[in-house]
């Protein structure tokens, strides 16, 4: 009887630590890839131009075609070229109001057209 309470124990005991072995294994496997997936993440956050607050600890901002800042200078480019665009558009309303007006009240004989 004895024994077979050693031999189960003994099993027992090969089992928790190979089980323990494993998931230590697991474990460590999982922390890298979290470390890996969060590497990555920042890696495409610079390659889009946002900020990180490890990319303003290094100085990686203010160096001259950095991938961040080449994604933050298009999007303004970009801002820019509409606010262009509105004010175009702006412009030629203007302009085309100043001839209806200039042609509404043309003086020509001293006095404003009337159309009614």
Known sequence: MEVQA?????????YLCGFTLF????LNRTYLMILDVLRLEEEVMSYRGE?????KSQGQLGEAGGIGEIGRLKRELEKRDKD?????????GLS????RLGDKFHVSDGTPKKTK
């Open 96 to 99: 085309d109001e100043y001839n």
């Open 6 to 14: 050693r031999k189960f124990y003994s099993q027992r005991n090969m």
């Open 84 to 92: 262009i665009e509105v004010l175009k558009s702006q412009s030629q």
């Open 23 to 26: 998931l230590s294994l697991i």
């Open 51 to 55: 900020s990180t607050g490890k990319d």
